[in-house]
């Protein structure tokens, strides 16, 4: 079989990097329609920041220096060589990875992280990755075997043979990845709340902000909180639930406190006029909306509110009789 065309070889991969698919090599990349892309999993994703500095990147646990050994790769004539861990290796992944390839574990950071010098043991220095032959001499990415380290791949390779490398073997010395994957870093996200700069932990527990609390965001827009109840519906909170509050920011710059619509009920005397329903809210509503359910709760006059109630006023006292009053009720505040 010959194979993937000269053609195809160039045009599937230039044309994936740019975010397409190649649906015919005669087809320039701007012309394709069919979205595409490089997929990688979040397992294999770098989940942490690397530092410019390497000695905060090894205070901070995301990178560590290694003088990785080299393993040529025999079918390629001394063209390409493994990194992998020395056989005295005892940092971040273990002695047990001892003589493993770089990649089966972790990737190496990339040189242009900090381009400025050479990784050093004590940190000092850059990213750069400083390629020795077994007899401690360096071989310049420059010389004329030309070799490049893939970070990812974890491998050197060049033009032509490197025979100081075949002959002598080598090392390179890099620092590699300790950090967790994106999969860690999702895995392991949570959100804190604090009160006055005292920590609430986010277990079952009752939430007490006091005054109340503010959400703001910085650029200006919609903060939103979903909240889920065990056992609740979308229309039914749990009994004690009552005093839940929830912020709109969508009017105006005004953040808006609504109560969660609910029902009263209250049985007549024939003689009561006034019914009064606690909404609970941290002060007077601005606005309320009262509505019958019930022909014996109809017909009232007029509703008032102050800081804790609401006043349902009757001209003519509502007949006697067993929760046969019933009101459906809600309030806002701005």
Do not use: C
């Not at 990349?29 to 390497?54: A, N, Y």
């Not at 609390?213 to 889920?228: D, H, N, P, R, W």
Request: glycine letters at 10%; charged letters at 20%.
């Amino acid at each position: 079989m010959a194979g993937p065309s000269k053609s195809t070889k160039y045009n599937l991969p230039f044309k994936k990097i740019r975010g397409k698919a190649n649906t015919s090599n005669d087809t320039p990349v701007f012309s394709e329609d069919i979205s595409s892309q490089v997929s990688i999993d979040v397992g294999e994703v770098l989940g942490q920041k690397i530092p410019e500095d390497p000695q905060t990147a090894v205070d901070n646990g995301v990178a560590e220096y290694v003088r990785l050994e080299l393993d040529e790769i025999v079918s390629t004539n001394g063209l390409s060589f493994n990194l992998t861990f020395p056989s005295d290796y005892n940092g971040s992944f273990g002695t047990g990875v001892q003589g493993d390839n770089v990649r089966v574990h972790t990737q190496i950071v990339k040189k242009a992280k900090n381009p400025n010098s050479k990784a050093r043991p004590d940190h000092s220095g850059g990213y750069v990755y400083d390629l020795k032959d077994g007899t401690g001499k360096t071989i310049y990415s420059g010389a004329k075997e030309d070799w490049i380290l893939d970070p990812v791949a974890g491998i050197i390779t060049s033009e032509s043979p490197i025979f100081e490398l075949t002959e002598n073997g080598g090392t390179v010395g890099a620092y590699i990845y300790t950090g967790g994957t994106l999969d860690d870093v999702l895995a392991g996200a949570s959100v804190n709340i604090e009160e006055d700069g005292t920590p609430i932990q986010s277990s079952a527990s009752t939430l007490n902000f006091s005054d109340g609390f503010t959400l703001e965001s910085e650029a200006g827009g919609t903060v939103k909180i979903t909240a889920s109840f065990e056992g609740a519906t979308t229309d039914q909170l749990d009994e004690g639930t009552e005093n839940l509050y929830y912020t709109d920011t969508r009017v105006d710059d005004r953040v808006n406190t609504i109560r969660p619509s609910d029902q009263a009920t209250f049985s007549g005397n024939g003689v009561q006029k006034t019914f009064q329903i606690q909404h609970t809210l941290p002060s007077k509503p601005d606005s309320w909306i009262v509505t019958p359910v019930t022909d014996d709760g109809s017909s009232f006059s007029h509703v008032t509110a102050d800081d804790n109630v609401l006043n349902v006023v009757y001209d003519t006292p509502p007949p006697s009789g067993t929760d046969n009053i019933v009101l459906n009720w809600l309030v806002t505040t701005f």
